[in-house]
């Protein structure tokens, strides 16, 4: 049976998202569109479902018997009440990142969903369904490594735009590295530090730009991350994972070697949708897969939680230029 979709959002990735369920995906349809301007969830939905329903509230796409299942694409602030909404009407809801803006709103969502004693959240982390770093992960459990020790990563953007803040340094971008290196690594950060080095002429005056993140784990390993998003030369992801029998590195892109006026070389994405875009279908239809077979197995409300917790205390070391602890509230969450 398809299963009945309703998305929750149709700006950039909700329109994407759409497009992805209607022509990429299988078992899935598109049923039902909301947004705060309808007139733009009309048009997202028209070229491919055009018996769609269109609701003026996420509340009342949520609550309608045409949904199955939510797809909450909107604005960040607006997460954590369609996610606690969905879980109410009891039906499975993928939230796009972040699964709310605060620690403490991804704990009532982690407590409200254990109530029901099913798994109903999923949080759009992406990273974890690309295949590169899918084969690192295997490299790990196969324990070709043998004990990991290090983890050297960075997160390079050509450009940002004109709202971005030194703190979206963690909450918008560092926040994949916190959620797919804990997922790589099977532990937990214990603590964070955010060094600054020599700015960038290239940042705003505003932006502090490069940072280093410094990250501990439970079980001691270190890991530094630089995230640099005015490197100008392109979109670049690295992740280098250091064990005591060997190293391991995160595969690039494929693209062809070109060998031309006398230069040997492949060519950097720019764009970071380009660099996942098989990453975004892989998750999308885990998710349908998911519902359809009453077994979710994606990034959980927990590991959002996580990488909330994570991300607060990256921000405070920001400020403080401390070392920050990273204490995740197993009691209260009853896991
Ligand atoms: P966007 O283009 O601003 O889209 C957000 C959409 O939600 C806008 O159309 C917005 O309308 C609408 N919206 C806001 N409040 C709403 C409400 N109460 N009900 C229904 N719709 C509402 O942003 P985006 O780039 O698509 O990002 C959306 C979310 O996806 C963000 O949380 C972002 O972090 C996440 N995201 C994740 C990834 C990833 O790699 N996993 C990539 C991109 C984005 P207005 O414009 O009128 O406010």
């Known amino acids: 049976m398809t299963l009945n979709l309703g998305v929750i959002g149709t700006g950039a990735i909700g329109r994407d998202h759409i497009r992805r369920c209607s022509t990429t995906l299988s078992g899935a349809r598109v049923a039902a569109v909301s947004d705060i301007d309808p007139v733009?969830?009309?048009a997202?939905?028209?070229?491919f479902e055009s018996e769609a329903l269109l609701f003026e509230t996420g509340e009342a796409l949520i609550a309608s018997p045409s949904v199955d299942a939510v797809l909450v694409t909107s604005w960040g602030p607006t997460h954590a009440a369609f996610?606690?909404?969905a879980i109410a009407a009891g039906k499975p809801v993928f939230c796009e990142k972040p699964l709310a803006t605060t620690a403490a709103d991804c704990l009532s969502i982690?407590?409200?969903e254990a109530a029901t004693g099913k798994r109903l959240v999923q949080v759009g982390f992406m990273r974890?369904?690309?295949?590169?770093y899918r084969a690192l992960r295997q490299v790990l459990r196969d324990n070709t490594l043998g004990t990991v020790l290090m983890i050297h990563a960075a997160h390079r953007n050509p450009t940002v735009g004109a709202n971005y803040t030194t703190d979206m340094a963690i909450t918008d971008t560092l926040i994949h590295e916190l959620d797919v290196l804990r997922w790589l690594i099977e532990d937990d950060y214990v603590s964070a530090q955010v060094i600054f080095p020599r700015r960038s002429r290239h940042a705003r005056a505003?932006?502090?730009?490069p940072?280093?993140?410094l990250l501990e784990t439970a079980k001691g390993i270190r890991i530094d991350v630089e995230i640099f998003v005015n490197c100008r030369y392109g979109y670049d992801i690295q992740c280098e994972i250091v064990g005591e029998e060997g190293i391991a590195r995160l595969p690039e892109p494929s693209a062809v070697t070109l060998r031309h006026q006398a230069r040997l070389g492949t060519p950097i994405l720019t764009?970071?949708?380009?660099r996942f875009i098989a990453a975004y279908d892989v998750e999308l239809q885990d998710f349908i897969d998911g519902v359809r077979d009453g077994a979710l197995k994606g990034p959980s409300a927990w590991d959002g939680y996580a990488a909330a917790v994570a991300a607060d205390a990256c921000v405070l070391a920001q400020r403080t230029g401390a070392v920050e602890p990273i204490v995740l509230d197993r009691a209260a969450a009853g896991v």
């Open 128 to 132: 974890p369904y690309d295949s590169g």
């Open 40 to 42: 733009q969830a009309r």
């Open 44 to 47: 997202a939905i028209a070229p």
């Open 110 to 112: 982690v407590k409200a």
């Open 211 to 213: 940072q280093i993140v």
């Open 206 to 209: 505003d932006l502090r730009d």
């Open 83 to 85: 996610v606690h909404a």
């Open 271 to 274: 764009d970071w949708k380009d």
